[in-house]
């Protein structure tokens, strides 16, 4: 009895390109934040020198701006002059922004200021990026698209976290990952710019007179 044949388009779903190309931007950003992620609390409280306690607050900081980012984010998406491409763009930017100020930073509020930065970029990241895949897939296939995009995060973060390592163990350049992470930004905000289209359809209301 023969096996039926596997073909390798079989083993990946037929999704939009522009999810595949969000997917691989995803990983690459994550990627970015992975150098960041673990490394950056050793950083400032053993090169720096900032207490841990402080450290703790300025990192806790960008959790207040992100909740707040959330719903300028999901306003902004689902608005005729922003939209989801030009809302995820904003974001990427800023976050780009905000690791380019961690990777100068030099006190208690320098770093304060680069997580509020950070939390802002993430807050209008996390609403537009979601909106963008679910337009671009159709019903029955979200979940393999969520599920293709969330496996490029992990993978990227996972990445990001033992190149990091690497890194600090070779050469101990920790403001060096900070660059890396705002390149990393500004790359996936010039792949969404060239690769991606405004999904964004405004819904039309038809009044009964």
Known sequence: MSL???????LFPNLDRQILILAMGRLLSQTGT?????YAPIFFVNQVGLSTTS????????????IIARFFGGSFSDS???GRRI?????????????????????FYIVAI????????????????????????VATERKEAYAVTRLADNL??????????????????????????????????GVIYLAVKETYKPVKLKLKI
């Open 4 to 10: 039926p044949k596997l073909h390798l388009s079989q």
């Open 34 to 38: 992975g150098f960041t992620l673990f």
């Open 55 to 66: 450290v703790g607050i300025a990192l806790s900081s960008a959790q207040i701006s992100g």
């Open 80 to 82: 005729q002059f922003f």
């Open 87 to 107: 809302t995820l763009l904003l974001s990427l930017i800023i976050s780009a922004l905000a690791s380019i100020v961690m990777a100068i930073a030099n006190n």
């Open 114 to 137: 680069g997580n509020l930065l950070l939390g802002l970029g993430t807050g209008l990241y996390w609403p537009a990026m979601e909106a963008i895949v679910a337009d671009l897939a």
């Open 156 to 189: 990227g973060l996972q990445l990001g976290i033992i190149s990091g390592g690497i890194v600090v163990n070779s050469t101990g350049a920790y403001r060096a990952l900070f660059i890396v992470d705002s390149i990393s930004f500004f790359i996936f905000a």
